[in-house]
């Protein structure tokens, strides 16, 4: 896949946003959000559910993302959502800013083998290291995004899941646009090379 050109893909991007991490314990996701975009297609098939925890959510992670206990009283638990991931993320491409926590999470799914894996934040710092700020966010706002992220996702906001996970697309998008990729082999998202990308801005 990786000698593949981007033109010829279809990428799926995840986010999940978390109970918090408490001493002693694992943090455990409370809700996820997928969707997909290709060239030909455009975004489409966006997905959202919280997902059962077993812990309490901390107070600081409430405040970031809004979901409480009760959010999450008739959620599934994370393995019962093993078919929508396997639908979203198996054989292409998986979009995500700063994909660690994502990573993390899904290795709920032992030798799920998705990826290759395109992370939206290191090829922000890649493609625009001037930026003062390559948090999600941050780079809608200064290359005026966000407004397609609303339109994509109406009535939510930062820190849903499935509102970061467009957002990752929406930059993945402007960025192929704005460095002409159509036609360039995946690799180029998978490895973001400053050195490479500094050529492509001369």
């Not at 946003?17 to 997928?34: F, H, N, Y």
């Not at 925890?53 to 599934?76: F, M, N, R, Y």
Request: net charge negative; proline share 5%; charged share 20%.
């Amino acid at each position: 896949m990786q000698h593949t050109t981007i033109s010829q893909l279809s990428f799926s991007a995840i986010d999940f946003e978390s109970a918090g991490a408490s001493k002693g314990k694992t943090d455990q996701p409370v809700q996820v959000g997928m969707a997909q975009w290709s060239l030909s297609a455009g975004h489409n098939q966006p997905f959202v559910s919280f997902i059962k925890c077993e812990q309490e959510i901390k107070w600081s992670a409430q405040k970031v993302h809004g979901i409480t206990t009760d959010d999450l009283l008739d959620a599934p638990a994370m393995m019962m959502l093993w078919p929508k991931f396997k639908s979203y993320l198996a054989h292409q491409p998986v979009v995500a800013h700063g994909h660690g926590t994502e990573k993390r999470f899904l290795h709920a799914f032992p030798m799920h083998g998705f990826g290759p894996w395109i992370d939206t934040l290191q090829l922000a710092r890649a493609a625009w290291p001037e930026l003062e700020s390559h948090a999600l966010g941050d780079i809608c706002d200064h290359f005026k995004l966000s407004e397609k992220v609303d339109q994509l996702c109406p009535n939510r906001q930062w820190h849903d899941a499935l509102y970061d996970a467009i957002a990752s697309l929406v930059i993945l998008e402007f960025l192929i646009a704005e460095f002409d990729l159509a036609d360039s082999e995946l690799g180029l998202l998978m490895f973001p090379d400053t050195r490479s990308w500094h050529q492509l801005r001369a």
